[in-house]
Structure formats: structure tokens, C-alpha cells
Nanobody
Framework: EVQLVESGGGLVQPGGSLRLSCAAS????????MSWVRQAPGKGLEWVSG????????YYADSVKGRSTISRDNAKNTLYLQLNSLKTEDTAMYYC???????????????RGQGTQVTVSP
């Protein structure tokens, strides 16, 4: 059974930083590309960042490009997302996800964890 457990969220002021972590189990982590997605209150799922199985290729949404870094440690089956210069509009539940794709204008993930809340507020 695929399990993804996120941690590291919290309440921060604008301009602050957070490092999110995701512990993966139940599948061969090193063989899978992974993503971070987020969902703000009242909005749909938004893809944030992705990383190839080996970690050598990374992708970012324009909304976080230049302010975030995705990484992974395949020896520890762990995915990370460093968020810097946080803005109030970054407030959302952040999910670690596998098998993310776009369908009918919506982002879909076959597997994602329970999420970790990031709240950016003065």
C-alpha cells in the first residue's frame, strides 16, 4: 500500500521559510517521479513542483519558481520542498503526490498523503 506522510508545515509570517518533508513507503520510491501539490481553501488542486526519479530534473510552477527547491533522498525514501520568501497566497494544504497529471483542466493525483498545512499570515 502506497503511503505518503507529510510534515513540516506551520504558521509563518510573509517572507519566512519552511521545509516540508514527505516520508514514502509501500512502493519503490527511487523508481518514481514525485510532486508536491497544494490546495487553498475553496480552490482546486494546484501542482507546485516535480522531480524526476533520480532527482536530476526538477520542475516548478511559475507561482513558486525562484522561491522554492524540491529535492529527494532516495536512500531515506523522503521528498522535500524548501519554501522561501513565503507570501500570503502560498497559504494552502500541501501534499506529497505520485502520479500527478492534468485532465480536463484539473490536476489529478493517483496517490497523495494527508497533507501538511502551510499558513502565511502577518
Amino acid at each position: 500500500e502506497v503511503q505518503l506522510v507529510e510534515s513540516g508545515g506551520g504558521l509563518v509570517q510573509p517572507g519566512g521559510s519552511l521545509r516540508l518533508s514527505c516520508a514514502a513507503s509501500g512502493f519503490t520510491f527511487r523508481n518514481n517521479a514525485m510532486s508536491w501539490v497544494r490546495q487553498a481553501p475553496g480552490k482546486g488542486l494546484e501542482w507546485v513542483s516535480g522531480i524526476s526519479s533520480g532527482g536530476g530534473i526538477t520542475y516548478y510552477a511559475d507561482s513558486v519558481k525562484g522561491r522554492s527547491t524540491i529535492s529527494r533522498d532516495n536512500a531515506k525514501n523522503t521528498l522535500y520542498l524548501q519554501l522561501n520568501s513565503l507570501k500570503t497566497e502560498d497559504t494552502a494544504m500541501y501534499y506529497c503526490a505520485r502520479d500527478v497529471f492534468r485532465l480536463g483542466g484539473r490536476w489529478i493525483s493517483n496517490y497523495r498523503g494527508q497533507g501538511t498545512q502551510v499558513t502565511v499570515s502577518p
